[in-house]
């Protein structure tokens, strides 16, 4: 079974940086894919960025040169070091994964972490 464990998110003012890690407790080799995600209060669960096993990324344009999504192997954990962080990126930041990187949407993702809150004040 697989379990994806965010760290606890936190609150920063407008411009500053914050980084989320999630870990897997899983074979993550067989994971091929991982990802992020937000959720703004009232919206839908959005893609940010994901990678795949070998290091390729993808980013949301809404975050492209502020969020960087990395991933350390041996610690079976997945980074998202955010920056120039916006009030309106408030939101409950998810963890997922998947055995192929595909979609951005959320169905393409089979796996979940509960999530944390991130808060961005003005």
């Known amino acids: 079974q697989v379990q994806l464990v965010e760290s606890a998110g936190g609150s920063v003012q407008a411009g500053g940086s914050s980084r989320l890690s999630c870990v897997a407790v899983?074979?993550?080799?067989?994971?091929?894919?991982m990802g992020w995600f937000l959720q703004a209060p009232g919206k839908e669960r959005e893609e940010v960025a994901d990678i795949d096993n070998d290091a390729n990324t993808r980013d949301a344009d809404s975050v492209e040169g502020r969020f960087t999504i990395s991933q350390d192997k041996a610690k079976k954990t997945t980074y998202l070091k955010m920056d120039m962080l916006k009030p309106t990126e408030t939101a409950m930041y998810f963890c997922a994964a998947t055995p192929w990187c595909s979609g951005t949407s959320a169905s393409a993702f089979r796996f979940w972490g509960e999530g944390t809150q991130g808060t961005v004040s003005s």
């Open positions: 899983a074979y993550i080799d067989l994971l091929s894919c």
